[in-house]
């Protein structure tokens, strides 16, 4: 199995993205667009979820050296900014879950992550950990779960 999973980001002005046709010249020709699409390449991870005081806690293991380190870098450089879950199956995205409501913090371990997000507040922690059930659901039932900072994800994979 490959450690690395390759992904197309849209950008707000592409084709797929935007949902319209393509733009033709008069001259019949398509009007010009990108040579290439929005490419990201993220490490493949055993990603595994566990409720904690507050919250819970995405635990992001690597396959090797080199995805544990493309892992870390991704985070040092995204971290600082809104945490997601996404999780697809067979292409399509069954569940999202935002963790806009509380604190995420990134440590980094020996084989990769630990993302842990918390709340003070009863409420938003109670919303915590129903996002790490349904996304552990997700993953112990074959989805593949992508973890994002920014919506731009830092790993990907099962549980």
């Given at each position: 199995m490959s450690s690395v999973v390759l992904t197309e980001r849209f950008s707000i002005g592409s084709h797929h993205a935007s949902g319209s046709a393509p733009a033709w010249q008069a001259s019949g020709l398509p009007a010009a667009s990108p040579a290439a699409g929005n490419w990201c390449v993220v490490p493949r991870c055993k990603v595994e979820f566990e409720k904690c005081t507050g919250g819970f806690k995405m635990h992001c293991r690597a396959e090797d050296e080199l995805s544990c380190a493309t892992l870390q870098?991704?985070?040092?450089?995204?971290?600082?900014?809104?945490?997601?879950?996404?999780?697809?199956?067979?292409?399509?995205?069954?569940?999202?879950?935002?963790?806009?409501?509380?604190?995420?913090?990134?440590?980094?371990?020996?084989?990769?992550?630990?993302?842990?997000?918390?709340?003070?507040?009863?409420?938003?922690?109670?919303?915590?950990?129903?996002?790490?059930?349904?996304?552990?659901?997700?993953?112990?039932?074959?989805?593949?779960?992508y973890v994002c900072f920014n919506g731009t994800p830092v790993c990907c994979g099962t549980c």
């Open positions: 870098n991704l985070c040092r450089m995204l971290a600082d900014g809104l945490c997601s879950c996404c999780c697809t199956q067979n292409g399509i995205q069954c569940c999202n879950c935002s963790f806009a409501n509380c604190n995420c913090k990134c440590e980094y371990t020996k084989d990769g992550c630990c993302i842990t997000c918390t709340s003070g507040d009863k409420h938003a922690c109670a919303c915590l950990q129903a996002c790490c059930e349904a996304c552990s659901k997700c993953c112990e039932n074959g989805c593949c779960c």
